[in-house]
């Protein structure tokens, strides 16, 4: 994308999680609001890739990225040792890194919390040495966000229907 001012800008690379029985709402209206703006991109990021149906059964998703492609990528990004020089392939074709990432609510999160490896992506991705800039939930997300440890010190809240949950 090309700033105002000619500069070449990159655009955010958005990462939603998907899993069985998310709320399709909690995916659409963030991803429309940020695609509507012409500076983020979006990936569908799932256990494993392919169809992913949500609550209502009648809307799936294709997860595009596994949790494996995408934590491979980022430790493939990350230099040997600190001394190692930066990657001299170009920047276009060099794996993007995901800059956001989202985790929608549904009534698949009260299973979801059980799953180690969602929660341990979860974990990894939020982690600091990531360098994430901005992990979201919606609704429901935020109880994933809470089991990954991700929420730990921290204010958060959720639909007051599920609270007790």
């Known amino acids: 994308m090309t700033h105002l001012g000619g500069k070449e800008e990159r655009k955010v690379l958005l990462g ?3 899993y069985p029985g998310f709320e399709p709402l909690d995916v659409c209206g963030p991803v429309n609001l940020f695609a509507a703006s012409g500076a983020v991109d979006v990936i569908y ?3 494993e890739t392919g169809p992913v149906t949500s609550v209502t059964g009648a809307m799936t998703w294709v997860a595009n990225h596994s949790f494996a492609d995408i934590l491979a ?3 493939a990004s990350k230099p ?3 001394a190692q020089a930066p990657s001299s392939q170009p920047q276009q074709q060099q794996q993007r890194k995901l800059v956001w990432l989202l985790v929608p609510g549904g ?3 009260r299973k979801e919390v059980q799953n180690s490896e969602l929660l341990q992506f979860i974990e990894q991705l939020c982690a600091p040495s990531y360098g994430l800039q901005l992990c979201m939930s919606v609704c429901t997300g935020a109880a994933l966000l809470a089991a990954a440890g991700v929420l730990d010190g921290k204010k ?6 599920v609270f007790e949950w």
């Open 80 to 82: 040997a040792d600190a």
């Open 107 to 109: 009534i698949g999160s």
């Open 45 to 47: 990021i799932a256990q």
């Open 156 to 161: 958060a809240t959720s639909n007051k229907n």
């Open 73 to 75: 990528a980022a430790a």
């Open 16 to 18: 939603v999680v998907l």
